[in-house]
């Protein structure tokens, strides 16, 4: 059943807050690094950037996010230096999916935004290595901690 598929350009992958949690790395210091200095200055004491209610522009629907994460959305990810040309391929892919709130996207996708080829995105997110939590979206259904904010699906 839970047989290791291997992912093609259309596998939609996401950033797994599981593997964070499997690896015990804290996202939230990681997600810092990501931000714009001024970002970066604002939130010096981030353990204290509260749970804000983000609404989303496209269905108005209102999520509870992450202070340092909606900064990231608001701010730094609008600045043109936040994916470049000489960004590392896996930084941008990373960003890219802090910069749509963490929505599945397929190494075709990815390739529209951040201008690399999908080949090698899928070369690079496709393999055994996990880059920063990238790992292949697997449909669960409001399961995983990205999903209390869908409280009715369970
Ligand atoms: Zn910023």
Redesign the pocket.
């Known amino acids: 059943m839970s047989k290791w598929q291997k992912p093609t350009l259309e596998t939609k992958f996401h950033i797994d807050f599981d593997w964070w949690e499997e690896e015990g790395r804290d996202f939230r210091v990681h997600l810092l690094s990501h931000?714009?200095p001024?970002?970066r200055a604002q939130y010096k004491n981030f353990q204290e950037a509260e749970m804000i209610d983000w609404v989303d522009a496209d269905t108005a629907e209102v999520t509870r996010v992450d202070g340092l994460w909606h900064?990231?959305r608001t701010?730094?990810s609008l600045?043109p230096d936040f994916i470049q040309e000489t960004t590392p391929l896996t930084t941008a892919i990373f960003r890219a999916f802090l910069e749509n709130g963490n929505t599945p996207l397929s190494p075709l996708e990815l390739q529209a935004r951040i201008r690399r080829s999908a080949e090698t995105i899928l070369r690079t997110i496709g393999g055994f290595r996990i880059y920063n939590g990238i790992r292949p979206w697997i449909n669960k259904k409001a399961q995983g901690p990205q999903a209390p904010n869908q409280g009715s699906t369970r």
């Open positions: 931000l714009c001024e970002c900064s990231l701010c730094c600045k």
